[in-house]
């Protein structure tokens, strides 16, 4: 089982990540806004993640770390 954490802090809300992912399982959370205004990106569901590290990759932020 993998899943990734997102440090909220430090996300742009780029949708980067979204777009990368190859299961579809990272949205911006609709409900959250960090303190810079954007919406961060979440995990939606542990267990569609393989912990490939794409999303975690091309963070420009290097906001996301993969745990496996
Ligand atoms: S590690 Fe891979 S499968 Fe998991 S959320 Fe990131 S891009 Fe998606
Ligand atoms: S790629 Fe990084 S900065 Fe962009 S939405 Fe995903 S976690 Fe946030």
Redesign the pocket.
């Known amino acids: 089982m993998?899943?990734?954490i997102v440090d909220g802090r430090y996300c742009k809300g780029c949708g980067l990540?979204v777009e990368?992912?190859?299961?579809?399982?990272?949205v911006l959370d609709p409900d959250t806004i960090n303190d810079k205004g954007y919406h961060p990106a979440m995990?939606t569901d542990e267990s569609?993640?393989?912990?490939?590290?794409?999303?975690?990759l091309i963070c420009p932020d290097v906001a996301?770390t993969?745990e496996r």
């Open positions: 993998a899943r990734i990540c990368v992912c190859p299961r579809n399982c990272i995990l569609l993640c393989t912990g490939c590290a794409s999303c975690a996301i993969v």
